[in-house]
């Protein structure tokens, strides 16, 4: 008895050893644990052996079960893993295919990227941002901007009239004037937005975005003016870059400037093919802005609201949008910003 | 402004080439646009010659073979195609190898048959005039084979000046020349009017009277023994490098004083002056003037006029009569030189589209002084090169306001803190002085500064202490001041919390897969019939343009929806067929009752989108992903008001421009429990097939909202609500109801009946099918219960969706299993 349990033992251990799936293993196990299998019909038979023979039969089927037990669970383990990584590599993608995408990428305005970009760049400074209304009456836009009557910009040829006295805003500098009417000094504004010029070329279109900006206090210098576009100037172009200080003539600002950046797409003028360089036309210096100290005019327009230039003095600037976006990003035609042509909007 | 450079230095010549005098001149304030080489490039070949024998060419009537002494060992033969060459004249002669202003280099070459070496030259081939009937003939002392640069100023650097419009004093050589010396210490050379060979006291035979406020001062000078003839060569030779055509010798006179000392002349023939009195007013309505441009034109009282006993006869600053032109039989010339008011000649001109180098100097506004100015240097001209005689005294008269400019003038106090103050750097006072005296003004030491006087020709554009602290600072380099920052004190920089929601919408916009776009903000004026605004739809309202570039651009917008359809067609009509795009910016509505002649009260600023094309990008397990339908737009819709925070709904509306059965009006509530109002801002929906078929587009979905309104709406800080403590309850409900029944109606219904215990009621199920009946709909509902302040128990919960499935019953639904 105890040889057969052996022989029924070594059977189907060498079933389950032998079985490459599980369902070859389960087969097995039916055939050599299952309700018919001799093994364990025979410890079920063991009550009705001689009471002599019980204690060693029990016990030789009981081990007998228990390692084929064993091995069918370990054999069990091993096809399972082998049969996932067959699975698995059924399953290969390939994985060079483009994702599903969650959503499309969409984007910004260029223009708005830049706005937004130099809009950081002040407020980082302690400028806050002000915005102000595109039909503007000419007090605002001329008159305490200090133009006199005969000033070329107030030509019909230059700019576009909705009435006798109001106006398309041909900068964003009326509203130099509105907020000190509605706050006392100190003032630390940029002024983003939209400005109209009768203009349109490559290099102008009628329509374009300008950012003023506007400190005064009580001992706002020219000096300040220019360590303010230092910072702005590296900010945007790179930390190497140098501000140059041109005088100037604008109405509403006494001294004026304008303000040139050193290149940065050049050394001295020369890209190293030993070309001259478009950027800056060989110059090394690129035009940026145009600024100044407030002119006292303008601040006797709002004297009433705090503003005695006897007392407080202050700087403005305005620069356009559409050069700084060109200068960085090298759109050469400034028509194309408001062509709106999906590949160049998905460009940036 | 044309500055040749060998006329500059008859004033002032500093120690430095045309570039580094432009870089100089634009680092203290005057801009070089560019530097130009008038005449030859280089001097090499350009000689002087003698004609030794002019004879006839064998195979030609109008060309001569010439034997020219050209300094060589022997004479060349040169063919010369002039009607005026003869022997014994010296000429110009350019030899093989030089290079013409044109760029064209000579060479020997043979012209029917004879050999020509060289070229013997007319002032035009020079750019020394237009000149271009003959050869030019030179003064007999000179010698054959002398450069002819020795003789002639072939060539030149001119300067190309921008003058900003405060500065007309640099619409002169003189002016400029006093700024090069400011600007680089180079000596300055006394002006060109010290001596003048004229003389004050009465003018006989002439009466002058001046009736309008708009002439300052009128000078007149008379000359008699005129010959009118061609200028000398040098005279003509700097009006073209300066720009300007020579003619004859006293309208040559006038322009080139014009262009030396800033201030323009005009002359008069005396013999055509009727009655031999002029009379400076405004004109009269209708009257009329024949101008010397050939042109009859009709005038107007705010043009300013001189009359003669005929009438008109000039427009004043402007441009002269044909009546009293001086023409070749010219013999007596009366010299005006007078100083007109600046805004009215530059409305004249522009009026009658005459804009001269005469008025853009006049409309700047000049100093009464500057009148005799160039009446001194005319004279001496006049003498010297028309054989002139000036007739004794001056006619001097001035306008209604009198001889205003002899009163002395008021200095103005240049105090030593407020320059430093200003500047942000010390500025020594004894710098000051020197740079204001080099720039023309007079100086004095006061207390706490200098007393400064302006002198006349900078009059108009110094008159306060900041002035005159531009002036130093622009001469001693703008450029040198330090780099500071300013002491901030108060300010905070920040974006506002509209500013900041602003910025959100267009990132949540772009993050869904949208491209922002820039429109124009005009309007043509066919768009609101386009899109089929009704009569009175205030949209209609739009703010004109009166001078448009073009006619598309006659009106500003007053929805954004018309750029957004442009550009969405440019991009399809190029082949990108699917576009998701937005815009955020103003708009510019005109309120009803309010002057469309005014600046709107308000520019709201709009937000529109538009989807055509494919939902969704295709990819290789989409090839053919939806189009964008209503839906898909109301998605957008969701995803940006939801991230604004903002409480909405939509409720079907028209809108004349949409599909009527997939159009809405977008609502927004504003403020809290029974403090909340509803606010319509704007609509969503399919654009009308036939409308989107207008622009060549198939299915559009779009919307567009009054972005400030619904910025207004959003919540401001979100308080915090308690959702850890006690659990939700969720159940699922499916109601039938009749069609007709908005699926937004059954859930406000539902929520109305769930009160403060129904968290949550979203419609997940929409199911239409033949089991439900015709004119039905089946809408499954996921509603969720919870109590801030206890778990709810099954009673609390049946008893509140017993309530839901009433109320439900009472709008006609039945409930599904
Ligand atoms: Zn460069």
């Given amino acids: 008895m105890i040889d057969r349990i052996e022989e029924l033992r070594a059977a189907g251990a060498a079933e389950v050893a032998a079985a490459t799936s599980s369902e070859a293993l389960e087969q097995a196990r039916v055939r050599h644990l299952g309700r018919r299998a001799e093994l364990p019909n025979l410890l079920r038979g063991v009550a009705e052996l001689p009471p002599e023979q019980r204690g060693a039969v029990g016990r030789a089927a009981n081990v007998a079960r228990k390692a084929l037990e064993t091995l069918i669970e370990r054999r069990g383990g091993e096809l399972a893993a082998s049969e996932l990584d067959a699975q698995l590599a059924r399953d290969r993608v390939d994985v060079t295919l483009p994702g599903a995408p969650a959503l499309p990428a969409g984007g910004l305005h260029l223009l708005t990227q830049t706005q937004r970009e130099i809009e950081d760049v002040f407020i980082g400074m302690g400028f806050n941002v002000a915005e102000g209304p595109e039909v503007e009456h000419i007090h605002y836009n001329f008159d305490a901007l200090n133009h006199d009557a005969a000033h070329p910009a107030r030509l019909r040829s230059d700019t576009f009239y909705v009435a006798d006295e109001v106006v398309l805003r041909t900068h964003t500098s009326p509203m130099q004037v509105r907020a000190m009417e509605q706050q006392p000094p100190p003032i630390f504004i940029i002024v983003p937005g939209r400005v109209y010029r009768r203009d349109s070329d490559a290099t102008h279109t009628p329509q374009f975005h300008q950012i003023e900006g506007l400190a005064v206090d009580v001992d706002i210098t020219l000096a300040d003016l220019r360590g303010t576009l230092l910072q702005f100037a590296r900010a945007i172009f790179g930390d190497e870059r140098q501000v140059r200080l041109r005088p100037h003539f604008f109405p509403f600002t006494e001294p004026s400037v304008e303000v040139d950046v050193s290149c940065f797409n050049c050394t001295d003028g020369l890209l190293a093919d030993g070309s001259r360089c478009p950027l800056c036309k060989g110059t090394s210096w690129i035009e940026i802005l145009g600024a100044g100290m407030v002119d006292p005019n303008v601040f006797g327009y709002v004297r009433e609201y705090g503003y005695d230039p006897e007392r407080i003095q202050g700087f403005a600037f305005g620069m356009g949008v559409e050069r700084i976006a060109f200068l960085k990003h090298g759109v050469s035609d400034l028509r194309l910003f408001y062509d709106n042509d999906l590949r160049f909007l998905r460009q940036f | 402004m044309k500055v040749p450079l060998s006329w500059l230095h008859e004033y002032t010549r500093p120690d430095m080439d045309a570039l580094a005098l432009a870089e100089r001149l634009a680092m203290t304030g005057t801009e070089v646009e560019r530097v130009l080489r008038h005449g030859v490039a280089a001097l090499d070949g350009f000689v002087v010659g003698r004609v030794l024998a002019a004879e006839q060419h064998p195979n030609a009537d109008r060309l001569r073979v010439c034997r020219v002494d050209v300094g060589g060992e022997a004479p060349v033969q040169i063919v010369c195609g002039a009607p005026n060459v003869a022997a014994g004249q010296t000429v110009a002669v350019a030899q093989p190898g030089a290079v013409m202003p044109d760029g064209t280099r000579l060479r020997e070459a043979k012209l029917r048959g004879e050999p020509s070496e060289g070229m013997i030259l007319s002032e035009r081939e020079l750019e020394l005039s237009a000149e271009h009937d003959g050869i030019m003939v030179l003064a007999d002392e000179l010698m054959p084979g002398q450069p002819l640069a020795e003789a002639l100023t072939i060539a030149d650097d001119v300067l190309e000046l921008e003058i900003t419009p405060n500065r007309p004093d640099c619409l002169a050589i003189y002016g400029v020349a006093r700024e090069v010396h400011a600007a680089t210490g180079a000596p300055l050379a006394p002006p060109p009017w010290t001596h003048d060979p004229g003389s004050m006291g009465p003018l006989a035979g002439v009466e002058i009277a001046v009736e309008t406020d708009r002439c300052a001062r009128f000078t007149a000078r008379v000359f008699e023994d005129v010959t009118i003839g061609p200028s000398p060569a040098w005279l003509k030779a700097r009006l073209m490098a300066a720009g300007q055509r020579p003619i004859s010798n006293v309208v040559d006179i006038t322009n080139y004083v014009m262009l030396l000392t800033g201030h323009p002349l005009h002359a008069f023939d005396l013999d055509r002056v009727e009655g031999g009195r002029l009379v400076v007013r405004q004109a009269r309505a209708g009257e009329t003037i024949d101008t010397l441009d050939g042109t009859t034109r009709e005038l107007d009282p705010d043009t300013t006029i001189i009359c003669d006993a005929q009438g008109p006869t000039s427009i004043a600053g402007v441009m002269g009569g044909a009546r009293s032109e001086v023409h070749p039989g010219t013999t007596r010339v009366l010299l005006e030189s007078a100083t007109w008011d600046g805004p009215s000649i530059q409305r004249t001109s522009t009026r009658l589209g005459l804009r001269s180098e005469a008025s853009a100097r006049f409309e700047k506004g000049l100093a009464p002084e500057q009148a005799l100015e160039a009446q001194a240097v005319a004279t001496r001209l006049l003498i010297d090169l028309a054989g002139a005689r000036v007739a004794p005294g001056t006619s001097d008269v001035a306008g209604p306001a009198g001889r205003w400019w002899e009163r002395p003038p008021q200095p103005i106090r240049l105090r030593d803190l407020r320059v430093d103050g200003l500047l942000g750097t010390p500025v020594d006072r004894e710098r000051s002085a020197a740079i204001l005296t080099a720039l023309g003004f007079a100086t004095a030491d006061a207390d706490d500064g200098l007393d400064v006087v302006v002198p006349h020709f900078r009059r108009a554009d110094v008159t306060r202490e900041a002035d005159l602290i531009e002036e130093v600072a622009r001469i001693d380099g703008v450029d040198n001041l330090p780099a500071t920052l300013p002491a901030r004190r108060d300010a905070v920089g920040r974006l506002t919390e509209s500013q900041r929601l602003r910025r959100r919408a267009s990132d949540t916009l772009a993050g869904a897969g949208l491209h922002e776009i820039l429109g ?298």
């Fill in chain 2, 520 to 817: 124009w903000s005009w309007s043509p004026p066919e768009l609101a019939d386009r899109l089929r605004l009704g009569a009175d739809d205030p949209r209609r309202r739009m703010i004109r343009v009166e001078n448009p570039m073009s006619a598309d651009q006659g009106l500003l917008r007053t929805m954004l929806v018309g750029s957004l359809l442009d550009v969405a067609r440019r991009n399809v009509t190029r082949g990108i067929a699917d576009v998701a795009i937005f815009e955020a910016g103003a708009v510019y509505p005109v309120a009803r009752g309010t002057d469309p002649r005014e600046p709107p009260p308000r520019e709201p600023r709009h937000l529109g989108v538009l989807l055509t094309g494919a939902a969704r990008p295709a990819t290789w397990r989409e090839p053919q992903p939806p189009a964008a339908d209503f839906f898909a737009a109301k998605g957008v819709l969701e995803l940006l008001l939801e991230t604004l925070r903002v409480g909405w709904r939509v409720e079907a509306a028209t809108e004349p421009f949409l599909h009527p059965g997939r159009s809405a009006a977008v609502l927004v509530r504003e403020g809290a429990g029974d403090d909340a109002r509803e606010t319509r801002v704007g609509w969503l929906g399919e654009l009308h097939p036939a409308i989107a078929a207008d622009w060549e587009l198939d299915r559009v979905a779009a919307f567009e909202l009054d972005l400030d309104a619904v910025i207004a709406a959003a919540p401001g800080a979100v308080r915090y609500e308690d959702y850890t403590s006690f659990p939700e309850v969720r159940q699922d409900l499916a109601v039938v109801v009749p069609d007709d029944i908005a699926a937004g109606e059954v859930v406000r219904v539902v929520r109305e009946a769930g009160g403060p215990l129904l968290a949550s009621a979203e419609v997940f199920d929409v199911y239409r099918g033949e089991q439900l009946g015709e004119g039905t709909v089946s809408l499954a509902l996921r509603l969720a219960f919870r109590s801030p302040e206890r778990t709810l128990t099954d009673e609390d919960v049946s008893a509140r969706r017993a309530k839901i499935e009433a109320a439900l019953a009472q709008l006609g639904g039945s409930l599904r299993a």
